[in-house]
T-cell receptor, first 112, second 116 residues
Framework: DGGITQSPKYLFRKEGQNVTLSCEQN?????MYWYRQDPGQGLRLIYY???????QKGDIAEGYSVSREKKESFPLTVTSAQKNPTAFYLCASSITRGQPQHFGDGTRLSIL | AQKITQTQPGMFVQEKEAVTLDCTYD???????LFWYKQPSSGEMIFLIYQGSYDEQNATEGRYSLNFQKARKSANLVISASQLGDSAMYFCAMRGSNFGNEKLTFGTGTRLTIIP
């Protein structure tokens, strides 16, 4: 079945460590997105990519980095510069123009 | 800038009753889209319904309908004949008119609990 796969489901980070969250889609969607969700909050956009080898910062990009080397993949790295990384991270994709975004099941990141 | 406001942090509804979840929005764009998503306790975001700003009729998808009042900038979600499985967080979201930019702005959500 087509969909979006996020891994791992749970991730723990030590102080000063970079960690990478995986997002893969087989929907042949052009656009991909990373959101962060804090408890009791809505989703906030971290980064998005409309096409391969291109991406733009969202509303809260500081302390995060992404790459888009393949259409299917949009990994998110949470760097040591992100001082409050504990959150639920959701990846999404869409065909550009007007179609709803489809989401993965999320990765829950915690600090050790 | 776009803004979505959901003023109901939580709602309790008796099973089989209809429920309305409120959403108001603010934008200077002439063309925009409004979405509703459901987030169960497992965390995934499930797309429910979409309304375009130029759509003349209110969107409907099964038990879900969107009460779109453009002049009042409101896009309330109506769930008819609620079921226990409807218990979840519900988010209203907006997409602007910037071509090629499909990023969404989300509200803070409403936690709906269906009572047997």
């Amino acid at each position: 079945d087509g969909g979006i796969t996020q891994s791992p489901k749970y991730l723990f980070r030590k102080e000063g460590q970079n960690v990478t969250l995986s997002c893969e889609q087989n929907l042949n969607h052009d656009a991909m997105y990373w959101y962060r969700q804090d408890p009791g909050q809505g989703l906030r956009l971290i980064y998005y990519s409309q096409i391969v080898n291109d991406f733009q910062k969202g509303d809260i990009a500081e302390g995060y980095s992404v790459s888009r080397e393949k259409k299917e993949s949009f990994p998110l790295t949470v760097t040591s510069a992100q001082k409050n990384p504990t959150a639920f991270y959701l990846c999404a994709s869409s065909i550009t123009r007007g179609q709803p975004q489809h989401f993965g099941d999320g990765t829950r990141l915690s600090i050790l | 800038a776009q803004k979505i406001t959901q003023t109901q942090p939580g709602m309790f509804v008796q099973e089989k009753e209809a429920v309305t979840l409120d959403c108001t929005y603010d934008t200077s764009d002439q063309s925009y889209g409004l979405f509703w998503y459901k987030q169960p306790s497992s965390g995934e975001m499930i797309f429910l319904i979409y309304q375009g700003s130029y759509d003349e009729q209110n969107a409907t998808e099964g038990r879900y309908s969107l009460n779109f009042q453009k002049a009042r900038k409101s896009a309330n979600l109506v769930i008819s004949a609620s079921q226990l499985g409807d218990s979840a967080m519900y988010f209203c979201a907006m997409r602007g008119s910037n071509f090629g930019n499909e990023k969404l702005t989300f509200g803070t959500g409403t936690r709906l609990t269906i009572i047997p």
